[in-house]
């Protein structure tokens, strides 16, 4: 948890806020091809990309 802290700190104090959608979409994109990765719905997961 402490590097995401430091994450939001970095991005904030160099005012480098317009990053931070970009680093959660694919912060989310990629635990979502990790968790798909062994599952049932990866077939539908990769048809997406």
Do not use: C, D, H
Request: hydrophobic content about 65%; charged content about 10%; aromatic content about 12%.
């Amino acid at each position: 948890m402490e590097i995401l802290i430091e994450l939001w700190n970095f991005l904030r104090v160099r005012k480098k806020l317009w990053l931070a959608p970009i680093i959660i979409v694919l912060v989310i994109l990629g635990g979502l091809l990790i968790l798909a990765q062994g599952s049932v719905v990866a077939p539908f997961i990769y048809t997406i990309f």
